[in-house]
């Protein structure tokens, strides 16, 4: 059993003495520039430099054959993205998709976390293995549900089979795949949100239950008045979290579908590597990649002002 | 609590198989003979434990029942050299994030000081970059440096997913511990005392939570190495493994290797699972 | 056999060409001399058999050969890593990438070698045809194949009635059968060369317009060659394709399989037809990997050939290193893309023996063993002829892929035909489109 935090006393230091001589402190300001101060320095160093190298190369054209040649190219770039189809297609995708994973990967959370605030048999093993999705690196899990999903080989077909049905579930189809895609998603991300709304249960006092029995609440009403109020906060964040995780999901997507049946589930981030990293198109696709960052945050600033505003930290 | 009931069983069995379900298809072509793998429509169990694949990928011949050699898989001794690297990346990653992140959350999280709120922004900018898009300045970057294929380049470039994400999530629960500052001044300790003596014991189920999702993120990183470390020395397990995807197909490998790489985030979560009884002495995310 | 006679023609032609060089090549030296290490990447195929060969080089010739496989979108990674003068010195390359390579000046020809004359008199000559570019040698043999043969699955074929007698001549057939299978209760009766990799769906496209009778591209002024009429090769061939999509009897998922799922859902006996490399034929055929072992064949040269020629070379990168190591490289590629320190052209002969990878070199082709090993990996005594006949008829898309612009040109096909399948495109627009990039490519380089 964990000790209550506030009332950890950690042993006396031995020079306590030459402690309280000390009577300067550091102020507020001082300390938190010594502590920041490099970090901050590290992250503009390597967060900073390839952003302002994308920035300059999204103003640029460049040409790698026959000798590295750079012109600047103005807007150019900017301008080519909003006529591409592609861009357009694929913003479509990425919107459909973050969508579905979000939605799907709240609501899973919630009901595991839910389930998980019961006392349950075996609660160590099974909370293991409903976390173990989290660690499963996406190119993994991109590979289990190819495998899952895919007729050949998939699940489906193995129980019509089994029935002794001769049909096949084709799931990897243009209709479907960013549906399969979501739910991968949501898959291994529902065990993080899981946790976390665990923790926030787990503050709620159990008096506020029985009270709420007395009360001769319904489980519904229970669940509004007494469950819901002291996670909505922990609800809003994740909900942005996923939706920036899922904005900027590329490795689980390329593994899955490689962006097909043909651009079926091209998503943003499939666009710009293939813009970037295949044709080598670097100005294009560095524009697009602003593009992608600017909905990222545009999406999470609308959700802070439709929701997040309303909701106070307890 | 309250009373559990059949629906509980039911609600717990069906959640237990999502979770497992997509592991268990995987793991299981592990164990199937390469004839197996073929069949249509797909076994849902293996007939026999074929376990030749969990040898070869680990470079060793497995001789099977009937007295037919497998040979070890080529690409042993890179998923060797991957895992060994992997090792490597994770655990620096970790312990230069925690280093990093903690005494930062803390500033961020319970002190006030000029520019805070813009340089909250900045971490939270760092969070949403898309790794495709500083993919090729990355890459150009690390060539003129010479860290590309190199274990240093792919640390540092871990470090910028790891440090803005896990310093985002501490500065939530660092924000609710009980404020012990000034108690903590009349005891004597000094700013990094209160930190190391005081603080970070309090927090260590969120720190430890924090520790795992570091690692993982390391341990996990794909996109970056398949640009910056594939086919070097410094190739990571992800992108070793990666390599059973094309061209010559041996599912059963590939499964055996993917098995492999969910062995220590397995323990992971073991370990993960029993801090979140005690994160919930504290609401985390405020 | 008119093939043994040209065979013996040519390898006496070869040996007294090759005598002038015999004792420069005897003298030749292998060793490693520099004490730096060589770096040699190539795609995972087989790996253990690279291993060892690289493994036997080291150990004999003293090498400090670095071997490892680069996943992934392999003609983009290379690319990237050859303009950034990486770690980079013996690289597998396609012909087509290696012609843009060589073009972006960033791989030295074969033609550096000492012993090249010797080689090249041993080439096969469509192969030294294919792989030359500005008259020169780009590198040496790898392999030499076929993409594109048509596997037939004899077990389902013959339930449905069909024999020997049958087999489609030409593509149009190839459809008409392809329906009628159907009509007998095959539900998917073919597996089209439609995946997702770079060789995949746009090199499909590329051989059946090709066995067609069409040529894509101008094998010289690379001019775009499609026509829109309707008995053009691409007309009927994107016809056929939208045909066959409408009627259902392909999965779409097709189109997100990485090779290994495409080879292994044709091993799985579903279907009856698949365009397929040749050498593939072992793995179909191998008892314990397939569901229709011992009865997979391909279809015999009808009226055009099939599929077109799938091939690589090891190519020497001219990246910043001491004259030392650039002669280590040379050694070592010498060493292992053609005879080794015995005379043998030993890793070459072994390919053709581990996975019936053929060779671009008449020796190894001509040699005993080889018919040997196919013989072995055929279903039927006779597909030993059919197997050498389709591979020699192969035709090689020069239009299109002795250009620099090769690899931007696939990529654009493969994205264009998957759009045209998946969003119902338009026969005449999408071939149109075609010779327009064609066109804007050759201006971008100024071709």
Not at chain 1, 223 to 228: A, D, E, N, Q, S
Not at chain 3, 195 to 213: A, D, K, P
Not at chain 3, 214 to 220: C, E, Y
Request: hydrophobic share 50%.
């Amino acid at each position: 059993m964990a000790s209550e935090p506030g009332l950890v006393r950690p042993a006396a230091p031995l020079d306590r003495q030459a402690r309280t001589r000390r009577t300067r402190e550091l102020s507020d300001g001082h300390f938190a520039l010594l502590i920041g101060l490099p970090v901050i320095a590290f992250l503009i160093a390597v967060v900073g430099y390839p952003l302002i190298y994308s920035i300059w190369m999204s103003l640029h054209k460049i040409v790698f054959f026959g000798g590295y040649r750079a012109t600047f190219a103005g807007l150019d770039n900017y301008a080519s993205v909003l006529h591409d189809e592609q861009f357009w297609w694929s913003t479509w995708v990425t919107i459909r998709f973050t969508i579905e994973s979000v939605l799907l990967t709240m609501v899973l959370g919630l009901l595991i976390a839910l389930l998980l605030n019961r006392r349950l048999m075996l609660g160590g093993l099974i909370r293991t293995l409903i976390f173990l999705p989290w660690c499963v690196s996406l190119y993994g899990a991109g590979l289990m549900f190819a495998y899952l999903a895919r007729s050949q080989t998939g699940l489906g077909t193995a129980i019509l089979g089994l029935l002794g049905i001769d049909a096949t579930t084709d799931f990897l189809s243009g209709s479907s795949i960013i549906e399969v895609l979501a739910i991968g998603n949501a898959w291994t991300m529902a065990p993080l949100v899981a946790m976390f709304i665990l923790a926030n249960l787990k503050t709620i006092p159990t008096r506020l239950y029985d009270l709420a029995a007395i009360d001769r609440l319904s489980a519904f009403e229970t669940f509004r008045y007494v469950t819901l109020p002291p996670i909505r906060f922990s609800l809003f964040v994740f909900t942005s979290i996923t939706t920036v995780l899922s904005m900027k999901l590329f490795d689980f997507i390329f593994v899955l579908s490689g962006g097909g049946p043909g651009t079926a589930s091209a998503t943003l981030t499939y666009q710009v590597y293939k813009r970037s990293f295949k044709e080598l198109n670097l100005g294009l696709g560095s524009a697009m990649s602003f593009y992608l960052l600017f909905l990222i945050i545009g999406s999470t600033l609308l959700l802070f002002l439709l929701w997040g505003r309303k909701e106070k930290p307890l | 609590m309250r009373k559990s009931g059949p629906w509980l069983t039911l609600a717990t069995l069906l959640l237990l198989i999502w979770s497992i379900l997509p592991i268990y298809w995987m793991v299981r072509m592990a164990f199937l003979t390469p004839a197996e793998i073929t069949q249509f429509p797909p076994p849902i169990f293996p007939t026999r434990f074929n376990i030749a694949s969990f040898f070869n990928v680990l470079g060793f011949d497995h001789t099977l029942a009937d007295g037919t050699m497998v040979r070890a898989s080529g690409q042993a001794n890179q998923v060797l050299r991957g895992l060994v690297n992997s090792v490597i990346v994770a655990v620096i990653v970790t312990v230069i994030t925690l280093v990093i992140v903690v005494p930062l959350a803390y500033v961020f999280a319970r002190l006030e000081f000029r520019f805070k709120n813009l340089l909250l922004n900045a971490v939270l900018l760092a969070v949403a970059l898309p790794p495709v898009s500083t993919l090729i300045p990355f890459y150009a970057m690390f060539v003129q440096l010479k860290l590309a294929g190199t274990l240093t380049g792919l640390v540092l470039v871990d470090l910028t997913l790891t440090v803005p994400f896990v310093a985002w999530m501490l500065i939530g629960y660092f924000r609710n511990l009980p404020p012990v500052e000034r108690l903590a001044r009349i005891d004597g300790y000094s700013r990094f005392g209160t930190l190391f003596f005081l603080i970070v014991p309090m927090a260590k189920s969120g720190v430890a939570v924090a520790a795992v999702i570091a690692f993982l993120f390391a341990w996990n990183e794909f996109t970056f190495a398949l640009i910056l470390v594939n086919g070097t020395t410094a190739n990571t397990l992800p992108t070793a493994i990666s390599g059973f995807l094309f061209q010559n197909p041996q599912p059963s490998n590939l499964a055996a290797c993917i098995v492999l790489t969910i062995l220590p985030p397995g323990l992971v979560a073991y370990f993960l699972q029993r801090h979140v009884a005690e994160m919930s002495l504290v609401d985390p995310v405020r | 056999m008119k093939r043994r006679e040209f065979g013996l023609m040519t390898s006496a032609l070869a040996l007294a060409t090759a005598l002038p060089f015999r004792s420069a090549a005897a003298a030749e030296d292998f060793k490693a001399s520099s004490g730096q290490p060589i770096y040699f990447r190539g795609w995972q195929f087989a790996t253990d058999v690279v291993q060892s060969n690289v493994k036997r080089y080291n150990d004999t010739q003293a090498g400090k050969v670095d071997y490892a496989t680069v996943t992934g979108d392999y003609p983009a990674i290379m690319e990237q890593n050859l303009m950034a003068g990486s770690e980079l010195d013996v690289l597998y390359a396609n012909p087509s990438s290696a012609v843009r390579y060589y073009g972006g000046g960033w791989v030295m020809p074969a033609e550096e070698l000492p012993n090249i004359e010797e080689i090249k008199a041993d080439f096969l000559p469509q192969f030294l045809d294919a792989w030359s570019y500005d008259g020169k040698l780009l590198g040496l043999s790898y392999f030499a194949s076929c993409r594109g043969c048509i596997h037939t699955n004899l077990l389902a074929y013959e339930k449905a009635g069909f024999s020997d007698k049958d087999f489609p001549k030409n593509w149009d057939e190839l459809y008409e059968q392809v329906y009628a299978l159907h009509d007998k209760g095959i539900e998917t009766p073919i597996l089209p060369h439609w995946f997702g990799e770079y060789f995949g769906i746009s090199w499909g496209f590329v051989f059946e317009v090709l066995n067609r009778g069409n040529q894509i591209a101008d094998p010289r002024t690379h001019k775009p060659l499609l026509t829109t009429e309707a008995s053009g090769a691409a007309y009927k061939t994107l016809a056929a394709w939208k045909k066959l999509w409408n009627s259902k009897l392909v999965p779409e998922e097709v189109m997100t399989y990485s090779e290994a799922a495409y080879i292994d859902a044709y091993a799985s006996g579903r279907y009856v037809f698949s365009p397929q490399q040749i050498y593939d034929l072992q793995v179909f055929n191998k008892v314990g990997r397939s569901q229709i072992a011992g009865h997979s064949t391909i279809l015999p040269v009808g009226d055009h050939p099939w599929g077109i020629i799938d091939s690589a070379l090891y190519l020497m990168t001219k990246r910043d290193r001491p004259d030392a190591v650039t002669q280590d490289v040379k050694k070592f590629t010498s060493w292992y893309g053609y005879k080794d320190d015995t005379g043998k052209v030993a890793i070459a002969e072994r390919w053709v023996q581990e996975n019936m990878l053929f060779s671009a070199y008449k020796s190894v082709m001509d040699d005993e063993k080889t018919a040997e090993r196919v013989r072995k990996a055929v279903a039927r005594p006779d597909d030993y002829k059919t197997v050498l006949d389709v591979y020699k008829a192969t035709p090689f898309p020069a239009g299109i892929w002795k250009v620099v612009w090769s690899e931007e040109f696939n990529a654009y096909l493969k994205d264009t035909l998957a759009n045209f399948l998946t969003q119902d495109g338009d026969i005449v627009a999408t071939i149109t489109a075609m010779n327009d990039k064609i066109t804007e490519l050759n201006e971008k380089y100024g071709i």
